[in-house]
């Protein structure tokens, strides 16, 4: 089957597609872990927590609407790949950094603008779907599935 490398509180999270538009490079997110258990000295991440990564805003832009805005990112589904179907710690999957993408949703703080002779036009979309993958920060151990 392959090795699965645990997701730790010290690897980050990225965002890497936004439907109808493109992301800006901005930071990963960081990613933390909440089992009972560590590995490499870094706690280990469980189902759930997914849900606390935290992401800086990030600019985007689509092609109707070229001039810059703001979103914010949150990991909204994850893979089947990032999910143990073996290990758990206190009734939760432990996590793993998966072959796949994540998916993404993109919340709008400040709508892309469209230039027009009358003045720019906001983007009217207030959230985006997208992609997202986690990634490793240093040496981890792995386990044979």
Do not use: W
Request: glycine share 10%.
């Amino acid at each position: 089957m392959g090795a699965k490398t645990f997701l730790l509180t010290t690897d980050t999270a990225r965002g890497t597609t936004l439907q109808g538009g493109t992301l800006l490079p901005f930071a990963p997110g960081v990613v933390f872990g909440s089992a009972s258990c560590t590995d490499s000295m870094n706690q280990v991440c469980v189902e759930g927590d997914e849900k606390k990564v935290v992401f800086a805003p990030c600019g985007y832009m689509t092609p109707s609407h070229p001039i810059p805005g703001m979103v914010l990112c949150k990991i909204s589904k994850l893979h089947a790949s990032h999910l143990s179907e073996i290990a758990t710690d206190n009734g939760k999957k432990i996590l793993y950094i998966g072959s796949s993408p994540f998916e993404t949703e993109y919340q709008v703080t400040v709508p892309a603008q469209q230039p027009t002779p009358t003045g720019p036009v906001p983007d009217t979309t207030v959230t985006y779907k997208g992609t997202g993958v986690f990634i490793e920060s240093a040496s981890h151990t792995t386990e044979e599935v």
